[in-house]
């Protein structure tokens, strides 16, 4: 119970709820266009229903996700994915693929379209909310993963359009997400068995991990994904308009 007075686990439920708005926007369409065709009563029971099995289905897949970041050098890869995922951010697409959903008159084939879905587009979210919550520590990850879904995903259910809004306002939003990102993947480095546990492939050298450190790799990775997002940015416009 202390653990939840801390601020670390405040802080680690703050940055599950921004990574989920982030890279959770287009659950909202998702479950629009899943449940465009039902009938007007069955509407609200398919968005409830759709929501409820996605939330579960994501826990159980971050739940796995943190079972396999203790897996040497897996923490280095989901690094690696979490900067990518970072400038993918700061580089906004065209083609979304919500095109590919189809619509269904019937609930539960509704509610099936949303689930599968949202498996498809969770890799990132579960990778980064995994990353969010090792970094609290303790024993209280997955209380920390359910909480922070439990709180993002009515704000992305029914506060989408206000999320998107704020976001095309104020465009630094999204820059400070995909830095977060950065940011976990730094510290995510330097928790990867195979460079701080002795016992763990035992010929890898090992990083004394100090505070400093920690706050280094974080900037690091930060700043990484910043000029990253902005050279490969800068690179598109000069193709497109040579």
């Not at 601020?7 to 940055?15: K, M, S, T």
Request: charged fraction near 15%; glycine fraction near 10%.
């Amino acid at each position: 119970m202390e653990a939840l007075l801390t601020p670390e686990f405040w802080i680690a439920v703050g940055q599950i709820i921004m990574i989920d708005i982030l890279l959770g926007g287009d659950n909202a369409v998702v479950i629009a266009l899943a449940c465009r065709k039902l009938p007007p009563p069955q509407r609200v029971k398919g968005i409830l229903w759709g929501t409820a099995g996605a939330i579960v289905l994501r826990v159980i897949l971050i739940f796995f996700a943190l079972q396999l970041l203790a897996i040497p050098f897996l923490k280095l890869a989901g690094a690696v994915l979490l900067v990518w995922i970072g400038v993918k951010l700061l580089l906004p697409e065209d083609d979304d693929g919500h095109g590919n959903i189809e619509g269904s008159d019937r609930l539960w084939g509704a509610v099936k379209t949303v689930i599968v879905a949202d498996l498809v587009m969770s890799v990132d979210n579960v990778i980064a909310i995994a990353g969010a919550a090792e970094n609290a520590g303790g024993d209280h990850t997955m209380p920390l993963v359910i909480f922070g879904l439990l709180v993002s995903i009515p704000i992305i259910v029914w506060g989408s359009q206000l999320v998107i809004g704020l976001m095309d306002r104020y465009p630094a939003i999204i820059t400070l997400g995909a830095m977060l990102l950065g940011w976990i993947a730094g510290s995510m480095v330097l928790s990867d068995p195979a460079l701080i546990n002795a016992d763990v492939v035992p010929q890898v050298p090992k990083l004394v991990v100090t505070d400093a450190l920690k706050y280094g790799a974080g900037v690091g990775g930060a700043l990484l994904v910043l000029l990253l997002g902005k050279a490969i940015a800068a690179r598109r416009n000069a193709t497109s308009n040579p």
